[in-house]
């Protein structure tokens, strides 16, 4: 039996607020939304908004926290990111579990790439967005896209709905050895083959994406049809709010 085949079968506490009209974010909606900045009281903040570190939930998902490293597009740890881990909204966390476990019914296993994202970390690639000078990362990141349209073409934006909690990048991994599987492209690759249905994608690649999309689906996430990797769960714990707290053990923890 094929893996694919076995698949088948088996109100936040906010330190400063302002109210703005967003511009449209990853899900492509704007709207009028509460900011939620951190500052100062981290712990307060993520823990009464519900906010778990993902391990506590389940420790099984692999974790390659990228934002948290220097392997991604800025080439450098991003603003907000203190500790390697994955935060999200209670809700957003139980649902990936549930995912988490069909898939390892048939020997696989997700594993996330980020989690909750802060603001400030949104407002850092902005910034590296609109730095022309700074080319490091193009030939892995964004061979095909001039530096310049990451922005107006949508791969960058000005909000984000990993700030809201509840929306996660996710690959597959074939267990024991946690190899990912072929997914066309690699994480955070800014060309319209990281489209999840984008028509040159064929043969195992497509299936692999389509395997992720329904169990992810299945569990009431829905997938950002530009980013094969990018899902939020539904209904959002928090739709309206952008928040700020660093990412760190500590913000969700006593």
């Given at each position: 039996?094929?893996?694919?085949?076995?698949?088948?079968v088996?109100?936040?506490?906010?330190?400063?607020?302002a109210?703005?009209v967003?511009p449209?974010?990853?899900?492509?909606?704007?709207s009028v939304?509460?900011?939620?900045?951190?500052?100062g009281?981290p712990?307060?903040?993520?823990?009464?908004a519900?906010?778990?570190?993902l391990?506590?939930?389940?420790?099984?998902?692999?974790?390659?926290?990228r934002?948290?490293?220097?392997?991604?597009?800025?080439?450098?740890?991003?603003?907000?990111?203190?500790e390697p881990?994955?935060?999200?909204?209670?809700?957003?966390?139980?649902?990936?579990?549930?995912?988490q476990?069909?898939?390892?019914?048939?020997g696989?296993?997700?594993k996330v790439?980020?989690c909750?994202?802060p603001?400030?970390?949104?407002?850092?690639?902005?910034?590296w967005a609109g730095?022309?000078?700074?080319?490091?990362?193009?030939?892995?990141?964004y061979?095909?896209?001039?530096?310049?349209?990451?922005i107006?073409?949508?791969?960058?934006?000005?909000?984000?709905?990993?700030?809201?909690?509840?929306?996660?990048?996710?690959?597959?991994?074939?267990?024991?050895?946690?190899?990912?599987?072929?997914?066309?492209?690699?994480?955070?690759?800014?060309?319209?083959l990281?489209h999840?249905?984008?028509?040159?994608?064929?043969?195992?690649v497509?299936e692999?994406r389509g395997?992720?999309?329904?169990?992810?689906g299945a569990?009431?996430?829905?997938?950002?049809?530009e980013?094969?990797w990018h899902?939020t769960?539904?209904?959002?714990?928090?739709?309206?709010?952008?928040?700020?707290?660093?990412?760190a053990?500590?913000?969700?923890?006593?």
């Open positions: 039996m094929t893996w694919v085949a076995a698949v088948r088996v109100a936040a506490v906010l330190v400063a607020q109210v703005f967003a449209a974010d990853e899900a492509g909606a704007a939304t509460n900011a939620a900045s951190a500052a009281a712990a307060s903040v993520a823990r009464s519900g906010f778990v570190a391990r506590d939930v389940d420790p099984s998902v692999g974790q390659d926290m934002y948290a490293g220097r392997r991604n597009f800025t080439g450098a740890v991003v603003d907000g990111y203190e881990v994955c935060l999200l909204a209670r809700p957003a966390a139980e649902a990936l579990r549930r995912a476990r069909e898939l390892s019914r048939s696989y296993s997700l790439f980020d909750y994202r603001q400030r970390a949104v407002d850092r690639f902005v910034r730095d022309g000078t700074d080319q490091a990362t193009k030939a892995e990141f061979p095909g896209v001039d530096k310049s349209r990451l107006p073409e949508g791969y960058i934006a000005a909000r984000s709905g990993h700030s809201r909690g509840s929306t996660v990048d996710v690959t597959v991994v074939r267990l024991p050895a946690r190899r990912e599987l072929d997914m066309g492209t690699a994480f955070d690759f800014f060309d319209p990281s999840t249905d984008d028509p040159r994608v064929s043969g195992a497509r692999n395997v992720l999309k329904r169990v992810l569990q009431g996430f829905v997938n950002l049809p980013e094969w899902f769960y539904r209904p959002e714990a928090h739709p309206d709010t952008y928040f700020d707290f660093p990412v053990v500590a913000s969700v923890r006593p």
